[in-house]
């Protein structure tokens, strides 16, 4: 089984900045990409950003040039620097990881729990 822990939500000011964590643990081969999604009250899930096992990153167009993805490989863990923050990215975060399972090498993907992010105006 693999779990992913997420950490560093909480409640910021507009134009304040957060830094959200996630580390996966478990059964684990490789992860392939890693990704942070959010949703928001009454909205469907969306992409904010991944990042391939090479480092290969891409943004959502609302938070491109605001927030950062990175990883650890060595920790298994991702990270989402989100600065000048705006009230319309209050959501709750996920973060998700496409896991190669060990001896099977398939590959499976799993979900944080969700940290949430609330931005005042």
């Known amino acids: 089984q693999v779990q992913l822990v997420e950490s560093g939500g909480g409640l910021v000011q507009a134009g304040g900045s957060l830094r959200l964590s996630c580390a996966a643990s478990g059964s684990i081969f490789s992860i392939n990409a890693m990704e942070w999604y959010r949703q928001a009250p009454g909205k469907q899930r969306e992409l904010v950003a991944g990042?391939?096992?090479?480092?290969?990153?891409n943004y959502a167009d609302s938070v491109k040039g605001r927030f950062t993805i990175s990883r650890d490989n060595a920790k298994n863990a991702v990270y989402l620097q989100m600065n000048s923050l705006k009230p319309e990215d209050t959501a709750v975060y996920y973060c998700a990881a496409r896991v190669v399972i060990p001896t099977t090498f398939y590959v499976s993907t799993y979900w944080g729990q969700g940290t949430q992010v609330i931005v005042s105006s």
């Open positions: 990042i391939t096992r090479g480092g290969s990153t």
